[in-house]
Nanobody, 128 residues
Framework: QVQLVESGGGLVQAGGSLRLSCAPSGFTLDYLAIGWFRQAPGKQRERVSCISAFDDTTYYADSVKGRFILSRDIAKNTVYLQMSGLRSEDTAVYYC?????????????????????WGQGTLVTISS
């Protein structure tokens, strides 16, 4: 069955870096919109980043711009979220997500809102 599996979470000191990985099973990511969400304890799910399948435009939440980089490796059929300059407020469960098919929108909502296939999440904890 189609699924996404995240990995790479862990405990990191503030100011440190971490790379999360997302590997799909049963489908390829090269023609889909892909992205990341996160959810901190007691908080609502938050958009982190998304890359459009239509033109490969990458979007980032204001809170992570300049610190996080979303990328995909077509050969490995894997997507990554490279995180640097980590802060306590980055502590959350991070979820990889993908669209079910090609998308055509070039707006942030057109990318994020079509992410319907979800991974199980990986916990990132930042210590001060």
């Amino acid at each position: 069955q189609v699924q996404l599996v995240e990995s790479g979470g862990g405990l990191v000191q503030a100011g440190g870096s971490l790379r999360l990985s997302c590997a799909p099973s049963g489908f390829t990511l090269d023609y889909l919109a892909i992205g990341w969400f996160r959810q901190a304890p007691g908080k609502q799910r938050e958009r982190v980043s998304c890359i459009s399948a239509f033109d490969d435009t990458t979007y980032y939440a204001d809170s992570v711009k300049g610190r996080f980089i979303l990328s995909r490796d077509i050969a490995k059929n894997t997507v990554y979220l490279q995180m640097s300059g980590l802060r306590s407020e980055d502590t959350a469960v991070y979820y990889c997500a993908a669209s079910k098919g090609p998308t055509t929108s070039t707006t942030p909502d057109g990318c994020y809102n079509y992410l319907e296939v979800w991974g199980q999440g990986t916990l990132v904890t930042i210590s001060s």
